[in-house]
């Protein structure tokens, strides 16, 4: 044998003269092989000034006197072009590329380096076991690979987070996804602990609300829409007057459960209401007149109270009535009729109600209700009307 087999390098024989020609040879290869760094791979015809030592990977097509040698290392040494033909994985550090290529398959490819997989991740800052891709930089970009791009954010199940959260100094400012279930949510906070829906999209019927409403673009103030009561709930009459007097005697007070004389109960709730509203009573027996909230739909006689702490002090013989006393007017909660005509109760902004003959009127509600998260409706103390619910805003 008068060569290695891998980087072919001359033996020395046993009787050879000048051995230092073929050692030097050997050195000569040794240095344009090992370490191998090649300042180009893309040019094809030999260039006409070189320094001792430059190397190229040969482009195709090879011309002058690198012409056939193709994809072979090309060495200046001596004032002269060495060639060496790469074996397969040979790897060269490409200068002008900032890069490695490896021989693969008879060809020269780009030598990516594979992190995958790896159980963190940090470009520029220090990935941790929740953070476990970490990124410092002004931006990122994730491009296309010839036509679209989709990002993926996949969770466990529905009743976990898929989200982007957006922070100001680590703190949460505003976060979009599906949150705690399907539907997609924009969500928004100002100081990362209190939150408030801001967009909220129906996965099964694709129908967005906004719970905290929408601001008018100029003035800021809160806009409301007014969704129309359903056919199917008739004519929800909220409030009607009562028939005189419009008091009535306690007979008797069991637990939750105003006990009326005969016909009391109609002489300050009226009955197209049963179902559809509570209203404020007050016992004007007492001093100061003390309040309650009721509503009708027990016995004909019998008003259910939301709260037995209100008339523990309530006494047989005591007076009540649905006007208040000091500021002559009567609160109505129509937290029935919006659970029963549009299955959630909520902080309406009004009503629009119709009065019979003297036609449509839109009532504002700005009082929140204290037995339920709607907002109170009021009439004046001595309204003679009925008052049906056409549509609720909010």
Known sequence: MEQTTNLKLPY?????????????????????????????????LPPEENQEGDRYIINTPAKGLWKGREGQIAAWQDGAWAFFSALEGWNVWIENEKSFVVFHQKKWIKNEISTNPVSRLGIEATADDTNRLSVKSPAVLFDHAGAGHQLKINKAGDNQTASLLFQSNYQGRAEMGTMWGRDFRIKASADGSKWFDVMVADSTTGLACFPAGIAHATTGKKQSGITLVPAWAGTPTIFEAPMVPSSATIASVSA???????????????????????????????????????????????????????????????????????????????????????????????????????????????????????????????????????????
């Not at 003959?357 to 009307?385: H, M, Q, W």
């Open 256 to 394: 939750n459960l105003l006990n009326l004389n005969k016909g009391g109960a109609a002489a300050i709730f009226a009955t197209s209401m049963r179902g559809i509203s509570m209203i404020r009573v007050w016992n004007i027996t007492r001093s100061p007149a003390q309040s309650a909230w009721v509503k009708w739909d027990t016995t004909a006689d019998q008003l259910q109270v939301s709260n037995p702490e209100h008339i523990k002090q309530w006494l047989k013989n005591d007076v009540i009535q649905i006007t208040d006393p000091l500021w002559n007017n009567i609160a109505i909660d129509i937290s029935p009729l919006m659970q029963k005509a549009l299955s959630a109760v909520f902080p309406q902004d009004g009503v629009l109600l119709n009065a019979g003959s003297t036609g449509d009127i839109t009532i504002a509600c700005n009082e929140s209700s204290p037995v339920s998260s709607s907002n109170l409706v009021y009439f004046k103390g001595d309204e003679k009307r009925s008052f049906t619910v056409t549509g609720i805003y909010g």
């Open 12 to 44: 020395i024989a046993p009787s050879q003269a000048q051995k230092h020609v073929t050692h030097n040879e050997a050195i000569r290869a040794l240095d344009a092989l090992i370490q191998l760094s090649a300042i180009n791979r893309s040019t094809s």
